[in-house]
Nanobody, 121 residues
Framework: QVELLESGGGLVQPGGSLRLSCAAS????????LGWFRQAPGRERTFVAG?????????NYAESVKGRFTISRDNAKNTVYLQMNNLKPEDTAVYYC?????????????WGQGTQVTVSA
């Protein structure tokens, strides 16, 4: 059974940091790329970042988060992380963990339930 469970969302002030975590069940994790998407109110869900399964840890980022967000994974713990620094109000969204065959944004085809991130003073 496939399962992706996100955690770590919350309320943070502009310029602050949060780290999201996503725990995956075994079948949902092994050999797959994992990533993060987000959906702001009234908008479509968009790609944030993706990372490969393999030890090279090749990653892909949306332009809007490059230099501020870092994706990483711990295969021993079946967990992927998203470290978010210098957060801006426009980063406010529900953040979804995702799985796919590659780190290309269009390849992700399964998502978790999401965790809310709110950036506000």
């Amino acid at each position: 059974q496939v399962e992706l469970l996100e955690s770590g969302g919350g309320l943070v002030q502009p310029g602050g940091s949060l780290r999201l975590s996503c725990a995956a069940s075994g079948d949902a994790y092994r050999y797959y790329a994992l990533g993060w998407f987000r959906q702001a109110p009234g908008r479509e869900r968009t790609f944030v970042a993706g990372i490969s399964w393999w030890s090279d840890g090749v990653a892909n980022y949306a332009e809007s988060v490059k230099g501020r967000f870092t994706i990483s994974r711990d295969n021993a713990k079946n967990t992927v992380y998203l470290q978010m620094n210098n957060l801006k109000p426009e980063d406010t969204a529900v953040y979804y963990c995702a799985r796919g065959p590659t780190i290309r944004a269009s390849s992700f085809n399964y998502w978790g339930q999401g965790t809310q991130v709110t950036v506000s003073a």
